[in-house]
């Protein structure tokens, strides 16, 4: 019962309030802990469950996409959401993840997807800038730019640039902690010159995995 109070004060707060008083990591400190997450909920092998999420994922992808298109995932951690794209038909594939232990569970759960794709692990930050201008047909993230500090925000516009056609992102806006930077995102890439065309909030919609503070968004450029 004291929980649910809780819970329900800490909802009911103003935003600037709650940043007021949450310390959150810098981009160095966030970077180490998701090179080797060190609490249950954010481990690797977690990753392997919750197939909804990935499915959700899927058939939103397949309304914007094609067979033979490139795609790219950032923060694609064991491959869930690739490895469901894969089945799907659709093979050319990339990913950035920041932890080796993830891409190395990649290989062993998901061998022929892993064994097909590119994948660049290391920190988005260090690889986002080398890629050319639309070098991929769709630009996705689920769960990952809510963990991209502010000073790492230049990402987005890199983001925008790289993607020819669409870009999907599935992300708390809400959510506020030591490593959650709650943003709207259609403010943020239509001001870099995406159009959003889908708005799905999962207030309306339950995707097992995800709280009520998503939202899915896709853009068009």
């Known amino acids: 019962m004291f929980s649910r109070l809780v819970k329900i004060v800490n909802d009911s707060l103003p935003l600037f309030i709650k940043r007021t008083y949450i310390t959150r990591k810098n981009r160095e400190e966030l970077q180490e802990y998701w090179r080797a997450p060190y609490d249950g909920k954010n481990i690797?092998?977690?990753?392997?469950?919750?197939?909804?999420?990935?499915?959700?994922?899927?058939?939103?992808?397949?309304?914007?996409?094609?067979?033979?298109?490139?795609v790219l995932e950032i923060g694609c951690n064991v491959g869930r959401n690739l490895n469901?794209?894969?089945?799907?038909?659709?093979?050319?594939?990339?990913?950035?993840?920041?932890?080796?232990?993830?891409?190395?569970?990649?290989?062993?759960?998901?061998?022929?997807?892993?064994?097909?794709?590119k994948?660049?692990?290391?920190?988005?930050?260090?690889?986002?800038?080398?890629?050319?201008?639309?070098?991929?047909?769709?630009?996705?993230?689920?769960?990952?730019?809510?963990?991209?500090?502010?000073e790492s925000e230049f990402i987005f516009s890199h983001m925008a640039r790289i993607a020819k056609k669409n870009l999907i992102t599935i992300e708390d806006e809400r959510g506020l902690s030591w490593r959650h930077f709650p943003r709207n995102y259609k403010k943020i890439f239509e001001k870099l010159g995406l159009k959003q065309i889908q708005e799905i909030s999962l207030r309306d919609v339950r995707v097992p995995g995800l709280s009520s503070n998503f939202v899915a968004r896709v853009f068009k450029k």
């Open 44 to 70: 690797p092998s977690e990753y392997l469950k919750d197939r909804e999420r990935s499915i959700f994922l899927l058939n939103l992808a397949k309304r914007y996409i094609e067979e033979g298109q490139k």
């Open 84 to 117: 469901e794209l894969f089945l799907s038909g659709f093979y050319d594939l990339s990913g950035v993840e920041i932890s080796k232990n993830a891409v190395e569970m990649m290989r062993k759960a998901y061998p022929d997807m892993a064994g097909k794709i």
């Open 119 to 150: 994948i660049y692990n290391g920190a988005v930050e260090s690889f986002i800038e080398d890629f050319k201008d639309n070098s991929f047909d769709l630009v996705f993230t689920m769960a990952v730019l809510e963990h991209i500090p502010t």
